[in-house]
């Protein structure tokens, strides 16, 4: 298809709505790139986030009559949930189309049109083109299952249609919807954007560099920093938009080619104004982090790395074939914190090879790299997702365990399984790490604000003793957690008697919440004229400055 109108779309009139449904926290963009593509080709959107109640679903579906619904499930664990609503839509007379797209759909085609029967098509890889073809073709009542890059149920089983290509040029698709109101952070508005799409490295435990190398075309795509600083700057201008988060795979840094187009990044910021004005987060490798560069997007705007370290274990390293050393992982960590950069990090404290040593290497790791209360203590044990070589490697071994919404496997110490059982009967991991309101998400906000005010807002009084009392917190907080964790492994290592009652740990756990929020509130509020001022100020300047602008309207 050409970038222009299609056939089908130029005969249209009056067309049925497209309908669009997914998780929406923090914006999706990649249900904002297909929404935005097929308006451009004349298609009505309707984007639902999944988190509303089944019943809206329900009754928007109804009152707009969509001619297709498009499902993206990007995270393999809804898997059920959203098939309970295709269900419900389907048996409360919802009758068009129903398409489905993302990761897991793409590798996982099969099964997942087994587990979902109604669920019409499945589109794999880049939706947007793909997309677009098929609501074409629906909408003006011709054949859709020639159309590229999907997958469907024929008469005798499966098809799946020619891989449709990657597509070739960024920039040429239009900018993503983004239809909602952003998330702020004391009044600073939060948008996300991507650099490029797709990543050069094949670690083991990660799906996207298959969903990439499944479809013709150059895997890694990068978009002109140009546009990409155009983008910030629109959004910035228009949107009052302050903080962006790129979520590039890998945003474009190591070798020749991404060292210039780093560079050229940071030059195009610097001529647009931009830093000073706004700040941006990126996701990288730890081999990636470099002084001299880093100094370079510190200093044009960067606040905020996060860095899938994995692991602290050479041999887990080595197993998740993440190409990294502990070392560079180490070195990366202090880099940051030596240049003031403020970062975050994925890590994985179980994973198929592990050991009971192994878990030590990890606690001790972690130990290190947050002895000074910089961050929460955040891990999860790896999953073996759709499309990833370690689900295939534990496939061939007999190893796999679980299903698509719940992939698992079992270890070669059964030991360690008894180990995290026992860790998570005596620990609340939800209430820990995992879930919205845990303490770690709680001490990861309150360093995220650091961050913003310290880049965003005027110095305010008080702040090195706020920083010295949430390490304090922090440090606390973690110990408690990695002694249990290193406690238990000892008893299911070495038959040990535990010494941690779960309503001890439960008790310590609400203690640092509420010290931790006592001192927020007391430092956020106790300056609130101060924030509230620089805000104001902004509003004036920008005002003066930029008479088209639009300014931020939230407050802290
Ligand atoms: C941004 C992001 C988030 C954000 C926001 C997510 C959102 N609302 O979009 C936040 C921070 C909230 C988040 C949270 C989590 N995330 Co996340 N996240 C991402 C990330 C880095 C980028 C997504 C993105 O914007 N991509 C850019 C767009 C343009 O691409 P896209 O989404 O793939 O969409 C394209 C195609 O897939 C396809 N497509 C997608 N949907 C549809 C639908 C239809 C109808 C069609 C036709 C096509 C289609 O077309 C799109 C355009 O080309 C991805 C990694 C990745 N590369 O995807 C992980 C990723 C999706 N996250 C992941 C995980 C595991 C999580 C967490 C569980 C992490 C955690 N431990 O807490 C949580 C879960 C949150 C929850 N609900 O419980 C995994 C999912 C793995 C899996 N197989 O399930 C991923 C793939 C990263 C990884 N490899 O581990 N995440
Ligand atoms: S984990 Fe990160 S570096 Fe490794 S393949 Fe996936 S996106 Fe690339």
Redesign the pocket.
Known sequence: MSQGQTEAGREREAPRPVM???????????????ASVLRQHGHPVRVVDI?QDPETILQIALETGPVL??????????VHRYAALLRMLRSRGVGCHF????????VSYTPLLGLIPELDS??R????V??TE?ADAISAGTEWRGTRGIAYRGPDGIIATPARPL?EDLDQLPY?DRDYEPRAVLGRSMM?I?AS?G?AKTCS????HT?YRGAPGRIVRTRRPAEVVREMRVLHEERGITIF?F???DFPLVGPVWRRWAGEFVDELHRSGLPGKVIWKM?CRADSVERDLFVKLRDAGLYLVYM?LESGSEQSLSTLDKRVSVDQNLRAVSLLKDIGLMWEY?FMLLDPSSTFESVRDNLRFLRSILADGCLPVTF?RM?P????PIRDELARAGRLLGDLSSPDYEFLDSRLSEFHEGLRSTVDLDAWI?G?EAVAQHLGCAWHEVAVIERLFPPLPGMRSYREELRRITRRSNDLLLDVVEDLSCVYSDGRESRWDPAVVEGGRRRVVCDLLDARDAFVFGHQDILLEALGIEMVASAADEPEATPPTAAP
């Not at 929406?24 to 790139?33: A, S």
């Not at 619904?69 to 809804?78: A, D, E, H, K, N």
């Not at 398409?99 to 793409?106: I, K």
């Not at 435990?205 to 996207?208: A, G, R, V």
């Open positions: 669009l449904v997914g998780f929406q926290n923090q914006g999706n963009l990649g249900l904002g790139y297909l988190e619904v498009g499902f993206s499930l990007i995270f393999q664990f809804f398409t489905m797209g993302g990761h897991c759909p793409t499945i589109v890889f880049e939706g947007e793909t997309l098929l597509v993503p996300p991507v799409r990543c435990f990660c799906s996207i969903f988060l979520q590039d795979d996701n899938g994925g999860c999953l997702y759709d499309g990833t995992h919205l």
